[in-house]
Every structure is written in C-alpha cells, then in structure tokens.
C-alpha cells in the first residue's frame, strides 16, 4: 500500500479515537526513510538516475534497504512498544500501533520491494501476495477510500440536518 494509503485507512478507521494524530503519525513513520532517501539522493544531485529508475533504482542500494527493514522491523516497533507501556507514554504507543498496522499491511502487499520484517535478527526480504503497486491494487484501494470517506460525509451530513 502507497504511504499516503497508510494514513488515511488509519484514519478513517480510528477517526473517533483521541490519539487518531499519532496513530496517523505512525502509520506513516516506516515510510519515511524511502521518502527521506530520495529527496537525499535528489538534493545531492544523484537523483537524476533515481527519477528514471523509480523505486526499482532506490531499493538497489543496500543502504536505502537496509533503512527501510530497520523501519518496518517489527522487533524494533514491538520494543517501541514495550517501552511505552511500560512508560505510560499514550502518544508512543499509539505510534507503535500505527506503525505495527502499518507493517501487518505491508506483510501482505509488499510484493516486489518486500523489506527485511525481522531485521536485524534476519535479513532476508518476506515478500507479500499482493504487489501493491499494480493499477488494480491501487486503484482499488483509492476506489474503497473514496467510498468510505464520501459515506462517513454523507452521514455527517445527514446527522447535521436531522440534528
């Protein structure tokens, strides 16, 4: 799923929750590093390859891979999570559980550019069923998203008018 696809499904499913901003937040933190990367290798004049290539061209790098298993570690948000718990940190948590959906979804759609779940304890990629770049994947998930934003409005709306 797209990083912005992350957020929203975050949203438009825990909308009503009080820490809905960090659970966002965290639902888009594992693909900060991929966005952070590129607009690097932009800004120091080495994107020039990378806006031909894609994503194919960023992921080639080992150390572009390596950030993004760490960022989609499931050991590493599951100590994130830890920690705040035990911390009673709410906003670290919500973050943590952000992030943990984030990456259950990705378990299943990141077929092709599949990050390393468990590093560092193993390195290899676990690649998803879906890839979730393919038009269908993508235009069906922006089709559902539509659909559950426009009926969560339309009922707003309608409570408003009754109301």
């Known amino acids: 799923m797209d990083t912005l ?9 825990f909308r009503k929750r009080r ?3 960090f659970l966002v937040a965290g639902a888009l933190a594992p693909d900060l590093w991929l966005w952070s990367a ?5 800004l120091t004049g080495r994107g020039g390859t990378l806006l031909r290539q894609g994503l194919d061209g960023l992921m080639g790098r080992p150390w572009v891979f390596a950030g993004d298993s760490l960022s989609h570690s499931l050991p590493l948000w599951s100590a994130v999570m830890v920690a705040a718990l035990i911390g009673r940190f709410r906003a670290a948590a919500a973050v943590a559980a952000g992030a943990g959906l984030h990456i259950a979804v990705d ?3 990141h077929r092709q550019f599949a990050p390393a779940y468990l590093y ?6 676990i690649a998803g069923w879906v890839e979730s770049g393919s038009w269908w994947f993508v235009g069906g ?3 559902a998203m539509a659909a559950v934003f426009l009926f969560h409005w339309l009922r707003q709306r309608d409570t408003m008018k009754t109301g």
């Open 5 to 13: 696809g992350h957020g929203f499904w975050m949203y438009a499913i």
């Open 19 to 21: 820490d809905v901003p």
């Open 38 to 42: 590129g607009l690097f290798m932009i």
């Open 107 to 109: 378990l299943f759609t």
């Open 120 to 125: 560092p304890f193993w390195s290899r990629p």
């Open 141 to 143: 998930d922006l089709a």
